[in-house]
Nanobody, 120 residues
């Protein structure tokens, strides 16, 4: 079984920065990771994709975070990061890490979520 552990959330003032981390552990042997990404869910809203990094190196970002957020990955550590700059109150949400892969069958794993609050 694969687990994702997120860290780095917290309270930050508008215009500030945070870096989220998501480390994958457990039974990764035999699983080909095809993507790692970040989603978020604000109160009363649906979960939305924030950024995704695919195994080939391609990325996609939510339009509202382009130019402010950067997703990256340390393959040796099976860790994905989300650097968030110029944060806005509307970025406030629970951020979830997601891993997609293929083993004997398709694999999808979610982290427990980390709260990001942007407020003065």
């Amino acid at each position: 079984q694969v687990q994702l552990v997120e860290s780095g959330g917290g309270l930050v003032q508008p215009g500030g920065s945070l870096r989220l981390s998501c480390a994958a552990s457990g039974r990764l042997f035999g699983i080909s990771i095809t993507s790692m990404g970040w989603y978020r869910q604000a109160p009363g809203k649906e979960r939305e994709l924030v950024a995704v990094l695919r195994s080939g190196g391609s990325t996609n970002y939510l339009d509202s975070v382009k130019g402010r957020f950067t997703i990256s990955r340390d393959n040796a550590k099976n860790t994905v990061y989300l650097q968030m700059n110029s944060l806005k109150p509307e970025d406030t949400a629970v951020y979830y890490c997601n891993l997609g892969g293929v083993g004997n069958s398709p694999v999808e794993v979610w982290g427990q979520g980390t709260l990001v609050t942007v407020s003065s």
